[in-house]
C-alpha cells in the first residue's frame, strides 16, 4: 500500500512557464515533506521542505505548497528552465523522524522543452 | 569539499557471492541510511543508523547486513541470500533522524548479477 503517490510518471512543460508537480499522501502521521531532483545514475538532490506547521515554503524558483486537509502536496517551478529536467520524488517522514525513514512517492519525470 | 561517497560505481556479483557497498561521509553526520532503488519506483529503505554501532532495519532489510563501527563509514554486505539483489543502491545521512534535516545522497552503486 503505497503511502506517498505520484500519479503523474511524466510531465512537460515549455521553457519559461510554470512546472507543477503533485503528490498524495494517506498517513496523516507525516509531518515533514521533502522534494528531491534526480538526474539519470546519480543521487537524488534535495530541494525543499515543509514541516506540517506550515502550508508554504519558498526557495527561488521553487515553492512547496501543503495541504494537510487534503492530505497533498505540490512543487511550483517558475519559471522552467531546460536544466529543470528531472525525476522528483516527493518524500514523507513521520513523528519528526522517531520512525527512522522516509517514504518516498515513485517520482514524476519532467522534461521542460526549449 | 564535503560529501558522501559511494564505491564502487558498478558492481557484478555472482550467484551465491555476497558483496559489499562503501558508503564514506565527510559532513559529520550522525545519521547515514541505505536505499534500494528498482526501475519506475520510489526509493525504499534497507537499513538505517542514528550512532555508531547502532543500526536498525528498514522496510526491506532481508538478505542484507551493514556495520556501523565508525561514523564516517556505513557499508552494505548484499549476501547470497537476497535473491533478487539487481538494483541501484542509494546511501544517505543526515544530522540526526529525518525528521527535520534532509538527507543527502551519494551517487549510488548499480549492482547486477553476471
Known amino acids: 500500500d503505497q503511502q506517498v503517490k505520484q500519479n503523474s510518471p511524466s510531465l512537460s512543460v515549455q521553457e519559461g512557464r510554470i512546472s507543477i508537480l503533485n503528490c498524495d499522501y494517506t498517513n496523516s502521521m507525516f509531518d515533514y515533506f521533502l522534494w528531491y531532483k534526480k538526474y539519470p545514475a546519480e543521487g537524488p538532490t534535495f530541494l525543499i521542505s515543509i514541516s506540517s506547521i506550515k502550508d508554504k515554503n519558498e526557495d527561488g524558483r521553487f515553492t512547496v505548497f501543503l495541504n494537510k486537509s487534503a492530505k497533498h502536496l505540490s512543487l511550483h517551478i517558475v519559471p522552467s528552465q531546460p536544466g529543470d529536467s528531472a525525476v522528483y520524488f516527493c518524500?514523507?517522514?513521520?513523528?519528526?523522524?522517531?520512525?527512522?525513514?522516509?517514504?518516498f512517492g515513485k517520482g514524476t519525470k519532467l522534461s521542460v522543452k526549449p | 569539499d564535503g560529501g558522501i561517497t559511494q564505491s564502487p560505481k558498478y558492481l557484478f556479483r555472482k550467484e551465491g557471492q555476497n558483496v559489499t557497498l562503501s558508503c564514506e561521509q565527510n559532513?559529520?553526520?550522525?545519521?547515514m541510511y541505505w536505499y534500494r532503488q528498482d526501475p519506475g519506483q520510489g526509493l525504499r529503505l534497507i537499513y538505517y543508523?542514528?550512532?555508531?554501532?547502532?543500526?536498525q532495519k528498514g522496510d526491506i532489510a532481508e538478505g542484507y547486513s551493514v556495520s556501523r563501527e565508525k561514523k564516517e563509514s556505513f557499508p552494505l554486505t548484499v549476501t547470497s541470500a537476497q535473491k533478487n539483489p539487481t538494483a541501484f543502491y542509494l546511501c544517505?545521512?543526515?544530522?540526526?533522524?529525518?525528521?527535520?534535516?534532509?538527507?543527502?545522497f551519494g551517487d549510488g552503486t548499480r549492482l547486477s548479477i553476471l
Open positions: 559532513l559529520n553526520h550522525d545519521a
Open positions: 518524500a514523507a517522514s513521520a513523528w519528526g523522524g522517531s520512525q527512522g525513514n522516509l517514504i
Open positions: 544517505a545521512s543526515s544530522f540526526g533522524l529525518p525528521g527535520a534535516q534532509p538527507q543527502h
Open positions: 543508523s542514528q550512532i555508531v554501532n547502532d543500526f
